[in-house]
C-alpha cells in the first residue's frame, strides 16, 4: 500500500477520483476512529455500538463519493457531518419501530467536534423540522445531565473513556480493574440509563 501520510484528504480525494487504487480504503481506516467516538458517544440502551459504527461508516462512504472540491470545505469537517447524520438518522429510523432493540437512547455527546449545531447537522437527512430536532436534542441532553448526575465515580471515569473512543477491555487496562468490572459498570449505567422517564 502506498504511503498517503503526508497527502491531505482533498488531494486524497481527488486522486481517488482519477481511479487510484487503495485511497478509498485509505481514508477509510483513517476515518475508522472519529466513526468509533461518534458511536460511542451515541449511547443505545439495548444495543452494541457495533451497529452504529456500521451505520457511520455507511456515511463516511457517502461523504467520500458526495465530497465537493469545488466547496473549500474541508473534508475532516464534511465527513465528520456524514457520519453524525448518518447515525442519527438510522437511530431516529429504529425508534419509530416499536420494538426495535434501538428504541431509545441516551446521547452522551454534549459537544461538537466541529463547532455546528446539531440541528444544522441533521436538517438535511431528517424528516423532521429543525426545530423539532432541536426540542429531541434539548430533551436528550436533560435526560443526559440527570444520568450524568447518578452515575459513581468509577462510572464517570468508564463514562469518560467510552467517549474517547475505548472498548471495556482498554478502559479496565487503563483504570487497573478487571474487564468484568468495567463490563459491570457499563451495565449498571445502562440500568440507570433506563429507569430515566423518557
Known sequence: MADYTHCSDEE??????KNEYGIMDY??????????????ALYLIGADTDDLIQEGMIGLFKAIQEYQLEKGTSFCHFAGLCVER???TA????????????????????SDDYGVALADVLAGGAEENPESLLIGREDI??????????LSKMEKQVFDYM???FDYRQIAEKMGKSPKAIDNAIQRMRAKAEGIER
Open 12 to 17: 486524497l480525494i481527488a486522486r481517488l477520483r
Open 27 to 40: 481514508i477509510l481506516s483513517k476515518y475508522k476512529p472519529l466513526v468509533r467516538r461518534r458511536a460511542n
Open 86 to 88: 448518518q447515525m442519527y
Open 91 to 110: 437511530v431516529e429510523a429504529s425508534r419509530r419501530k416499536k420494538h426495535s432493540p434501538l428504541n431509545s437512547y441516551i446521547s452522551f455527546d454534549s
Open 141 to 150: 441532553e436533560q435526560r443526559f445531565l440527570i444520568l450524568r448526575e447518578s
Open 163 to 165: 467517549l474517547k473512543g
